[in-house]
């Protein structure tokens, strides 16, 4: 369902995501349930509930692993971003597989209990005053109540019902998740019989998500840095500032007034941005206010349009408007506020080439 409580709308590529992301897990489950105990190398073999549990809590660790590691890498290289892009679907997974792995560790640890399972679960170890012992059931309680309130917070009407910022913080704590998750099991499955690949798995884990989140921390500084003295040299050219990609519609233009009056309209359109003059050549009307159809500017006074490159009416039509050059630096748009001649071709800025 969307905002509007209308069906969403399936496209290929959230289904070949949702595909891939099952038959990648489906694939881990049953290779390490039934392929890898026949190479263990143990004189009785592990119980069939127990493989199962340490099967969906490995699972949901290492999906939870890589759902923290898709971030960095799409800002580091763009061709992640299709990763990016259905993430809320990876985390709904993750939080499944998680509650699966919770209702075997009820099942078979707590279920011949004589009091509730729930409370001998909270009752059974209270050693929080040591570190050895401590009771890592709680951490691993506290991860998976917060992949529940992500998997359920994680549809369209809760962003725009809690707003962006709320909804965006509440969704950080997908990082206190996964620092409990580690704490759960390094002092509950680490702690026990030596097992030095599993604990190879977790240590390189926690390495991969701290160092590539400080790897792209760092960068984004640089980035940050140069953005700020190109800004400054364009500046310092003449350039100006004309605000943020993101103030501005699909489809639509933000007007800039110049010192000396003048007004630009500058379009953004199929992922790419082109300021022309805001006046339109018929009858003065103000082409900021109107909006891209057909691919062409229209006014909104008598519906003459001009192409967005180079603010030549299309054929038979022969008016022209004065076009400017613009930069993308970041995401802040420059204009050169020095208009070109009537009908001169500027080349779109592609929006994300320069970010």
């Not at 940050?224 to 943020?244: C, I, M, P």
């Amino acid at each position: 369902m969307s905002v509007q409580f209308t069906p969403v709308i399936w496209n290929r590529n959230k289904i070949l995501y949702d595909a891939v992301l099952l038959i990648a897990v489906a694939l881990y489950l049953y290779v390490f349930i039934r392929v890898a105990p026949a190479f263990e190398d143990v004189t009785k073999p592990v119980d069939g509930a127990i493989l199962r549990t340490r099967a969906f809590g490995s699972c949901a660790f290492l999906m939870l692993t890589v759902i923290l590691c898709i971030g960095p890498l799409a800002r580091r290289d763009r061709r992640f971003l299709p990763l990016l892009y259905n993430r809320r679907h990876f985390g709904v997974m993750t939080a499944g597989i998680a509650a699966v792995h919770a209702n075997y560790v009820l099942g078979w640890y707590f279920n011949f209990s004589p009091t509730d399972k729930y409370v001998a679960l909270l009752s059974s170890n209270t050693s929080y005053t040591q570190l050895l012992g401590f009771p890592f059931e709680a951490f691993g309680i506290a991860a998976l109540l917060i992949l529940f309130v992500l998997a359920a917070t994680s549809h369209d009407f809760w962003l725009s019902f809690l707003g962006a910022p709320l909804w965006k913080a509440l969704h950080m704590l997908i990082y206190a998740a996964y620092v409990f998750i580690v704490l759960h099991v390094a002092l509950g499955a680490l702690q026990g019989p030596g097992d030095p690949i599993f604990t190879a798995v977790v240590a390189a884990s926690v390495v991969l998500v701290c160092g590539l989140h400080f790897a792209t921390g760092r960068m984004e500084v640089g980035r940050d840095r140069g953005e700020e003295t190109a800004k400054a040299s364009l500046q310092d050219a003449g350039w100006v500032v004309a605000g943020e990609v993101g103030d501005i519609d699909n489809n639509c233009a933000r007007v800039v007034t110049l010192e000396g009056g003048e007004r630009v309209a500058i379009f953004k359109y199929d992922g790419k941005l082109s300021a022309v003059t805001n006046v339109c050549a018929h009858q003065n009307g103000p082409l900021g206010e109107g909006k891209v159809l057909w691919g062409c500017i229209t006014c909104p006074w008598h519906g003459y349009q001009y192409n967005l490159a180079d603010g030549r009416a299309p054929a038979p039509f022969t008016e022209k408007i004065p076009t400017y050059r613009l930069k993308l630096i970041g995401t802040t748009v420059l204009l050169d506020p020095n208009a070109l001649p009537p009908g001169t071709h500027v080349d779109p800025i592609v929006i994300g080439a320069d970010a």
